[in-house]
């Protein structure tokens, strides 16, 4: 099982993703993206899947056209899934496909 980060640790890594808003009640966080259009919107995806697969750590998002909602939350995390260190790094690496 994945390690959930406590609530000091979310917060030392929060203060590093100032765009991503925390989801108390999935223990996730999240973050909107809006691009020019649709293949900026799926190249951004593209770049991040290919970096999700060779972390076998994996978002959860949502696309229409220009707009990509993402959300990060570890399913083996815990009891019933929560953010884990995994989250963190995966939104530092989604940030570095933008
Ligand atoms: N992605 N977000 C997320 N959370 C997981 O727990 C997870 C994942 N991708 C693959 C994965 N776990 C594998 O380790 C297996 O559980 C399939």
């Known amino acids: 099982m994945v390690a959930k980060l406590n609530e000091a640790e979310r917060e030392a890594a929060l203060a590093a993703l100032q765009d991503w808003k925390y989801d108390a009640e999935r223990d996730a ?7 020019t259009d649709f293949t900026e919107a799926f190249a951004f995806m593209t770049r991040v899947a290919l970096h999700a697969e060779k972390a076998d750590h994996h978002p959860e998002w949502f696309n229409v056209y220009n707009n990509v909602d993402i959300t990060l939350t570890t399913h083996d995390a815990g009891e019933n899934g929560g953010l884990s260190k995994r989250d963190i790094d995966l939104a530092k690496v989604i940030e570095s496909c933008l």
Request: glycine letters at 0%.
């Open 29 to 35: 966080i999240s973050r909107k993206f809006k691009f």
